[in-house]
């Protein structure tokens, strides 16, 4: 990819993000759409699900990984925010836990 | 606006009371960013990504989970239709958000655009409460709120991709901030839903649509199968879980 379809494409993610965050300001000032309601309590759960099998969509993350390390930090992960309940400690603690894996256990 | 102190403090002082409350309540989101952020500017430099790349998607992007899908992306096929479409699903609970600080939001002036541009979860997070410190002007509360999120996520993100070079310890593996990210956030999702049909089906129609389409089409082939049953099955779904009434004047 050129530098300039990079631009592109970082300036349609962008483009998209501001419509979602203006169009509530400048189109549902009276009502919102009962659809848009309906959409918005089902739709977060379902996208959250799609990109959680987005990120494995090429199997193990680093080279030379059998997929057991993926599968043990992502237990704990999981494990982590059911326990804790904040996203900062399970991000930090499911990254660090795959960190230690693929470089001193799995390599 | 109540306020209790019998003499109102000049405007430079509440403007400065104001940022010191804001700083107060965004302390977490200083230390949760600070990690997120400065992964995510390692794990841009670690896909080969020149410093900038990261800094101005922090900028113009500036919704932390769609930088690190379009960080994944932008190492793939030149796909803008995909990159559109999937900036408005990800982001799509904004929609919510903004209808949710409408009425708080009004009155706010030149400050407005920015507060809009700016409304991300954490911030959300903080201002959909509703909650406001005495002694503060509201608008330069909520001004600064944003302003302060903002630069923590951008400042971490430039540092991670500007001092990745010279890091102390091994990075391989930071790959995996990305699933944690997506992994702890529909843990969250589910665990603040009653029942998990939505969830459950997002991971099984990805998961057909990753082998029926590869891994080149299948987002917006999910994208679009997504919405389209969620739609077609709108009676029977709405029936199991209440749809919020968002009722605003």
Same mark, same amino acid.
């Given at each position: 990819?050129?530098?300039?379809?990079?631009?592109?494409?970082?300036? %349609?993610?962008?483009?998209?993000?501001?419509?979602?965050?203006?169009?509530?300001? %400048?189109?549902?000032?009276?009502?919102?759409?009962?659809?848009? *309601?309906?959409?918005?309590?089902?739709?977060?759960?379902?996208?959250?699900? @799609?990109? +959680? +099998?987005?990120?494995?969509?090429?199997?193990?993350?680093?080279?030379?990984?059998?997929?057991?390390?993926?599968?043990?930090?992502?237990?704990?992960?999981?494990?982590?925010?059911?326990?804790?309940?904040?996203?900062?400690?399970?991000?930090?603690?499911?990254?660090?836990?795959? @960190? =230690?894996?693929? #470089?001193?256990?799995?390599? | 606006?109540?306020?209790?102190?019998?003499?109102?403090?000049?405007? &430079?002082?509440?403007?400065?009371?104001?940022?010191?409350?804001?700083?107060?309540?965004?302390?977490?989101?200083?230390?949760? !960013?600070? !990690?997120?952020?400065?992964?995510?500017?390692?794990?841009?430099?670690? %896909?080969?990504?020149?410093?900038?790349?990261?800094?101005?998607?922090?900028?113009?992007?500036?919704?932390?989970?769609?930088?690190?899908?379009?960080?994944?992306?932008?190492?793939?096929?030149?796909?803008?239709?995909?990159?559109? /479409?999937?900036?408005?699903?990800?982001?799509? *609970?904004?929609?919510? $958000?903004?209808? =949710?600080?409408?009425?708080?939001?009004?009155?706010?002036?030149?400050?407005?655009? $920015?507060?809009? $541009?700016?409304?991300?979860?954490?911030?959300?997070?903080?201002?959909?409460?509703?909650?406001?410190? #005495?002694? /503060?002007?509201?608008?330069?509360?909520? !001004?600064?709120?944003?302003?302060?999120?903002?630069?923590?996520?951008?400042?971490?993100?430039?540092?991670?991709?500007?001092?990745?070079?010279?890091?102390? !310890?091994?990075?391989?593996?930071?790959?995996?901030?990305?699933?944690? %990210?997506?992994?702890?956030?529909?843990?969250?999702?589910?665990?603040?839903?009653?029942?998990?049909?939505?969830?459950?089906?997002?991971?099984?129609?990805?998961?057909?649509?990753?082998?029926?389409?590869?891994?080149?089409?299948?987002?917006?082939?999910?994208?679009?199968?997504? /919405?389209?049953?969620?739609? &077609?099955?709108?009676?029977?779904?709405?029936?199991?879980?209440?749809?919020?009434?968002?009722?605003?004047?």
């Amino acid at each position: 990819m050129t530098t300039m379809q990079a631009a592109i494409m970082i300036g %349609l993610a962008a483009l998209a993000t501001q419509i979602t965050r203006w169009t509530p300001f %400048l189109l549902f000032r009276k009502r919102t759409p009962q659809v848009i *309601r309906y959409l918005g309590t089902l739709l977060p759960s379902a996208i959250w699900g @799609m990109l +959680v +099998v987005y990120c494995f969509r090429n199997g193990p993350l680093v080279e030379g990984s059998s997929g057991v390390p993926e599968i043990i930090a992502s237990a704990v992960t999981l494990g982590l925010q059911a326990w804790r309940r904040n996203m900062a400690v399970s991000i930090a603690g499911g990254t660090l836990c795959y @960190m =230690a894996l693929v #470089q001193f256990i799995f390599r | 606006m109540s306020t209790a102190t019998p003499c109102p403090p000049g405007r &430079a002082a509440l403007i400065l009371a104001s940022a010191r409350a804001a700083f107060r309540v965004t302390i977490p989101i200083l230390i949760g !960013f600070g !990690f997120c952020g400065f992964s995510y500017g390692l794990y841009m430099r670690s %896909l080969g990504f020149e410093p900038l790349f990261p800094i101005l998607m922090a900028l113009t992007i500036f919704a932390g989970s769609l930088e690190f899908i379009m960080a994944s992306m932008l190492t793939g096929p030149f796909a803008p239709l995909t990159a559109f /479409v999937i900036g408005l699903i990800v982001n799509a *609970r904004h929609l919510f $958000y903004g209808i =949710a600080m409408l009425d708080r939001y009004r009155g706010t002036g030149g400050l407005k655009p $920015y507060l809009i $541009y700016g409304l991300i979860d954490e911030t959300f997070s903080i201002l959909g409460m509703g909650y406001v410190p #005495q002694g /503060v002007d509201r608008r330069w509360y909520y !001004f600064f709120v944003s302003l302060f999120n903002e630069s923590y996520w951008v400042l971490s993100t430039a540092a991670g991709a500007l001092f990745s070079d010279g890091l102390p !310890f091994d990075t391989r593996g930071i790959e995996f901030v990305l699933p944690a %990210l997506f992994l702890a956030i529909f843990m969250n999702s589910w665990q603040q839903e009653r029942q998990h049909i939505s969830s459950i089906g997002g991971l099984a129609i990805t998961f057909c649509c990753l082998m029926a389409f590869g891994t080149h089409y299948f987002l917006l082939a999910s994208m679009a199968c997504i /919405v389209l049953l969620l739609l &077609a099955f709108r009676r029977k779904l709405s029936a199991l879980v209440p749809v919020q009434e968002g009722e605003h004047s």
